[in-house]
């Protein structure tokens, strides 16, 4: 997914994380690496959701997700 987005290709990059979901649940970093494209894309209700699974599902501690320059605009937003 990661080379599809730096060939510019999101949509492609978004479907292949989702197919990636769907198969294998458990594998956090698919939702990472959508999480991060819906940020990127300013999709933030998206944004705010898988974020709340990986927390939900994997434990993940977001505490610290304001000290992330790629999330700065999402951390300023409604959704956060």
Known sequence: ???????GKTDDARE???????????VENA??????LQVATGE????AR???????????DLSTLPEVPAYAEFVKSAQY
């Open 1 to 7: 997914a990661k080379l599809l987005l730096e060939e």
């Open 16 to 26: 292949l994380l989702e197919k990636t979901i769907a198969a294998s649940p458990d």
């Open 31 to 36: 939702y990472w690496g959508l999480a991060e």
């Open 44 to 47: 933030f209700d998206e944004t």
């Open 50 to 60: 898988l974020l709340s699974v990986l927390a939900a599902r994997f434990g993940v």
